[in-house]
């Protein structure tokens, strides 16, 4: 936007935004209405519009764009404006009623506290705006609004302050703590009944909590703390009331685990939430879930604060066990959803006492867990009218699996073969069949747990399993039962006097059309664990795979099934591997054929997908000795030019070209250098097909070419040609605007496959006049803020750098080193910069590996490159914010420098970056 529009044509377009009928004119008013926001002119015209007041739509358009130019386009304004830009802000505020819309207040409480946090000359800005506005009812709600908002923010990561300006403001906070408490008091004396101003200070009070910014003596002996129980007590409580209430013990909780600051008010806490228990059961009573949720969140949040003191001092001080028992009778609410609450509770309590392995603690919660147990048991039932299988989809179903993950996690604090053992003492008693399936589900939980030795509990289970009647027994049972038969499938590997019986038990539930797909689940463990048993049993394997849509298997199914029969072929000799290897794939590739040679969008006939997924599976499991490759010859022959047909017809679809390139990729592995026949073919069709239509697929491809026949020294100036073929139209793609952000994929497999040529032929790769531009090309996508990209532009240039280390005469490890010498700072500058900038801090290690890499290169030199990158980096930015002080600049080079090159000093080396990053974010 060259020039600021009128103030009537962008009122005009907000009216058109939020009034018109015409979803056309809505569309274009959106794009008009976000470059305006994007401009410089935003500001003044924003300003304006709030001086006005011309209607609800505009009002808010303009509040928006003024917090959103604030957040981040703080930048545009010079220094000296800033001062007219708050007295514009407060006089905004000023003009707020009693009937302003919230969202318009909201805005401009937000748009203050960003200003706020980054005019760092506004001195005690806290103090002036509650000089301005706390004398005055009519701005209450404001000032509690902005209170709110304003620690929310300096934890915000949409803003760069920096861990300095982070930290300062936070200590401004703790120090303007008193006011804040006298004033949240002065509210809620002032207003007592009323339940909006209550909303607001509990909402306040708990921002302030989740920042760290109340210093326990200003709380702990005041009136205010007493607050949040007084509602949580109040049978009378609103939901939204009783909700923020439970939000701020839950901040004050979490932030007492650190008991040097917090020792105090956690006992304070610790206290008055036991005495929470009868509320509780009122709530219970009450059929109140929220109330009852509420309570559980509070309950669970104290326990893990100190799960700590309750296993490693159990029953003393903050290791209470009250705690513990409070949440087993959250865990017995009639509504499961309360119960799921304290799942993570329980993992962490496992996880605790299996790191200690002190048996004696653990034995102090074996009544908890069983008790637990016992009540998961008891929500797991299905409802007793309940018709089919719970669907995959439900809320229930989710909780189910929840539930069977805690129980697997604590199952040894009662051992397995006990709980098995209960279990089955409640089968014997119950007539219920939804009392039944439960058993059978929490068995399922543990079933792999239990040794395969054991002769005395899992026999007489298997027996009754499969001597259910067939048609008698409700579907959910038997979904159940087949299911603990997969889990079982250890067991029945070491008894396999079961395995026919299993088999034939499996064999007659397949023919229930709800039933087949988790028989043929079951089935893939118990091939997967009976390997050599079940390579007897490969014909009846391949009817069920081969008949596949008439016993209505779901995809995952046949894929499970395709797995197990793949993984029996393992074991089988080298001549009825081949027969049975043909067997199965010629199977799928005629399927194949049929699509290819069908017209395009014939009604009823599958994707090619269908088939190639399926081929795919097969590939990837079947294991062939070298010496044996020969053998999967005729598969490759019969394959690949089905495959390359299907290049060829889909090549504009995407994603049948890419799941096209996966099947391909496991025939390669498949058959591995046995298939050289099959590179020129394959890396022609390849290449070709990369010019028109560039899927990053192709190149992965390519780096498996690469990795089976890189060492072949017949291969060499083909694969580099390939490489010469590819990079063109690769950099013609991530040089054009945004082009490397865009196209992280690209940038992923691309870089895979340089680790490919660096790895398996350096000396034809790593050569002047070829190695250049990739490195330019890496160096720039060091900043890609993307997992997997990053990852492997990351290890590639370690893997340059680690040829550069090599002394030896090689030509290509003395090219390497003159590159790096000539290079390294700018790949320094690239490394540093990506970090304080773009880069997620989980993404700073792989970072930190390459910079660890050049100080064994040479520490001298990188030691001179880091100084020289340090002294470009910004001193302090538009906002007068100093990033990193010249001390933490100084202590960061010294540090960084001094380490050694162990593997130890790379981990501190990672964490000293991530740290330096966070100074500027």
């Not at 545009?76 to 800033?82: C, I, N, Q």
């Not at 205010?224 to 923020?244: G, I, K, N, T, W």
């Not at 997924?613 to 053998?631: A, G, M, P, S």
């Not at 060829?648 to 099947?663: D, G, I, L, S």
Request: glycine share 4%; aromatic share 8%.
């Amino acid at each position: 936007m060259s020039a600021s529009p009128s103030l009537e044509s962008v009122l005009e377009t907000v009216s058109i935004l939020y009034n018109s009928p015409d979803s056309a004119s809505k569309e274009t008013a959106s794009k008009w209405l976000e470059e305006f926001q994007k401009s410089i002119f935003a500001w003044e015209v924003s300003d304006k519009i709030l001086q006005q007041q011309h209607s609800l739509e505009s009002c808010y358009f303009a509040a928006q764009t003024m917090r959103t130019k604030i957040q981040y386009h703080f930048y545009e304004l010079p220094a000296e404006s800033h001062e007219s830009l708050r007295n514009s802000l407060l006089d905004h505020i000023s003009r707020l009623t009693s009937h302003t819309n919230q969202v318009i207040v909201t805005q401009l409480c937000l748009a203050l506290a960003d200003l706020t946090l980054q005019m760092t000359a506004w001195k005690n800005p806290l103090h002036t705006v509650v000089e301005r506005f706390g004398n005055d009812e009519k701005h209450s709600l404001f000032l509690l609004d902005f209170m709110t908002v304003l620690p929310e923010e300096s934890n915000s990561r949409g803003l760069r302050l920096g861990t300095n300006r982070r930290t300062d403001f936070v200590e401004e906070l703790r120090r303007f703590c008193p006011v804040l408490v006298q004033l949240l008091l002065h509210f809620t004396e002032a207003q007592p009944t009323n339940p909006h101003i209550m909303l607001k200070v509990l909402k306040c009070l708990s921002s302030w909590f989740y920042v760290e910014a109340i210093p326990q003596e200003c709380i702990v002996n005041s009136k205010l703390l007493a607050l949040p129980f007084h509602v949580l007590c109040d049978r009378a409580s609103s939901s939204s009331l009783h909700e923020s209430a439970s939000d701020c013990l839950c901040n004050a909780i979490f932030r007492c685990e650190d008991l040097r600051y917090y020792d105090v008010l956690s006992q304070v806490l610790m206290d008055n939430i036991l005495k929470l228990e009868e509320a509780y059961y009122i709530s219970v009573t009450d059929e109140d879930v929220d109330k009852s949720v509420n309570f559980c969140r509070i309950f669970t949040g104290l326990s893990e604060s100190f799960i700590d003191h309750l296993t490693n001092s159990p029953g003393v001080g903050y290791g209470n066990l009250k705690m513990v028992d409070l949440l087993l009778a959250c865990v017995s609410h009639p509504q499961y959803e309360v119960c799921e609450i304290t799942f993570n509770f329980w993992y962490r309590l496992a996880e605790e006492l299996y790191s200690l392995r002190d048996e004696e603690r653990t034995k102090l919660f074996h009544g908890h867990i069983e008790k637990l147990i016992s009540l998961l048991y008891q929500h797991c039932q299905l409802d007793t009218d309940h018709d089919g299988l719970p669907t995959e989809d439900s809320d229930f179903h989710d909780f189910r699996v929840k539930a069977t993950e805690t129980i697997k996690d604590a199952i040894f604090i009662v051992g397995p073969s006990n709980c098995f053992k209960n279990m089955c003492v409640l089968l014997g008693q119950q007539t219920g069949w939804e009392k039944v399936e439960a058993a059978l589900f929490v068995m399922s939980a543990i079933a792999r747990n239990i040794s395969p030795d054991d002769d005395v509990v899992v026999p007489p289970v298997i027996a009754a399993l499969l001597g259910l009647p067939a048609q008698e027994t409700h579907i959910a049972v038997r979904y159940t039962c087949i299911h603990l038969l997969g889990e079982l499938s250890e067991w029945i590997s070491c008894h396999p006097s079961m395995l026919d019986g299993v088999l034939n038990f499996l064999q007659v539930m397949l023919h229930e059309k709800r039933l087949s797909s988790i028989c043929a689940l079951t089935l893939q463990k118990i091939c997967s664990e009976c390997q050599d048993q079940m390579a007897e049993h490969f014909e009846g394997l391949y009817q069920i795979v081969s008949m596949s849509d008439s016993f209505s298997l779901s995809q995952d199914a046949v894929f499970g099934l395709l797995t197990g029969i793949s993984l029996t072929l393992n074991k089988v000799k080298n001549e009825v591997f081949a027969e049975r290897m043909s067997k199965l794939c010629s199977f799928h590739i005629d399927g194949l054929k049929k699509v290819l040679h069908s017209p395009e969008n014939t009604e009823n006939m599958p994707s090619p997908l269908f088939w190639l997924d399926r081929l795919t599976v097969i590939l990837r499991n079947v294991k062939v000795e070298d010496k044996e490759q020969h053998l999967c010859l005729p598969v490759a022959e019969i394959l690949w030019p089905v495959l390359s047909e299907t290049f060829t017809r889909y090549k504009e679809n995407v994603r049948v070209v890419e799941h096209c390139c996966r099947t391909l990729r496991f025939l390669l592995r498949f058959c591995g250098s046995t298939t050289l026949s099959l590179l020129g073919p394959v890396a022609t069709q390849i290449v070709t097909m990369y010019q028109e239509h560039p899927h990053s697929c192709f190149l992965y491809l390519g780096s498996i070419l690469v990795d089976i026949f890189g060492s072949e020294m017949d291969c060499s100036d083909g694969l580099v040609s390939m490489f010469q073929a590819f990079f063109p139209e690769t950099l013609k793609l991530l040089q054009q605007p945004n082009g490397i952000v865009n196209n992280p994929d690209t940038i992923d497999d691309m870089f895979r496959l340089c680790a490919r040529y660096t790895m398996k032929m350096p000396g034809n790769f790593l050569r002047e006049g070829l190695i250049e531009p990739v490195l330019m090309v890496a160096m720039e996508a060091c900043k890609l803020n993307h997992r997997e990209a990053n990852a492997s532009v990351m290890k590639w240039l370690c893997d340059v750098i680690r040829c550069g280390q090599e002394q030896n005469s090689e030509p290509h490890c003395k090219f390497m080193r003159s590159l790096i010498h000539a290079r390294g700072e700018n790949l320094v500058s690239g490394l540093l910069n990506a970090c304080v900038s773009t880069l997620s801090s989980f993404l700073v290690a792989d970072a930190a590996e390459v910079l660890h890499e050049l100080l064994i290169f040479d520490k001298k030199a990188t030691s001179v490159w880091l100084q020289n990158v340090l002294e470009t980096l910004s001193k302090q930015n538009f906002a007068g914010i100093v990033p990193a002080t010249p001390q933490q600049i100084a202590d960061f080079h010294t540090e960084v420098t001094s380490l050694s090159c162990s593997s130890g000093d790379f981990r501190v080396l990672s964490r000293t970056m991530r740290e330096f990053a966070r100074l500027y974010k």
